[in-house]
């Protein structure tokens, strides 16, 4: 059970989170997010919350895994016009925004590009980012963000067991995850802001949390295996490579 008062009485937001859709079971809180959105009962910032997700989609078309009652699923809906350019540092500030939450509890989160959330190396948190556009401006977006919270070692499937980790492993003791929800939210929310006005310092904050810059990272872009050192995230949040002395820009692949 997710208590969604207690979200909200710990929120700092302005719009973020006011409207929560809390469900005990639910394939995909992005699926749902879409479902609001296209019957007219989402507002900008709505929340969709579930205890148990049990089809949650991963980036690249991967599954989510969640363990009920002791991680957390949850999508926010942005329905305010923003121009592509800009959209493309949205997942981007949601990695960073996850990344702050954690750090708050005193763990030493790293992000992998686009936005893994890493704790000790190993994966604790994912975001997946679903759009529509019309023209050169999204018109609606879904931010989906899972994170491993309260799992033990037991608690994880064996296809991910040796790759995952949750916070309370990484820091010996469980945590309240209403409290976590409304942290990133709130950051998440900052963010928001931020973006309008000065989009760099999101590119800073995600460099900071970076654990792989001016490092070799490895690729697979068009079927062909590719590895380069990793330099930084450009003004769209796409990611720049030097390769054979010369920088590349992926807009969007996946890191092995
Ligand atoms: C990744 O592959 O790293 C991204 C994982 C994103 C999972 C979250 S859980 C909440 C939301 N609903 C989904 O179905 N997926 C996202």
Redesign the pocket.
Known sequence: MIFTNLIQTNLRTHTFGKQVEYYNRLG????EAWELIDENTATHGTLVITDH?F??????G?S?F?SPSKGL???LILLESIPVEKAGLIPLAAGAAAAKTLKNWGSSPTLKWP??ILLNGK?AG???CESRLSGESIQSMVV???LNVNETGNDLPDEIKSTATSLSIETGHSHQRELVVAIFITFFEDYWEILQESPEEIIRDWTSFCGHLEKPVSFNFKGKNQSGIFKKINHKGEACIHIDGNERVFPSIILE
Not at 28 to 31: G, H, I, P, V
Not at 55 to 60: A, I, L, P, T, V
């Open positions: 995909s809180t992005n699926e997700q089809e949650g989609k991963g980036r690249g991967k989510w969640m699923a949850m999508s936005n893994d994966k994912g975001i997946l989906g963000a899972g």
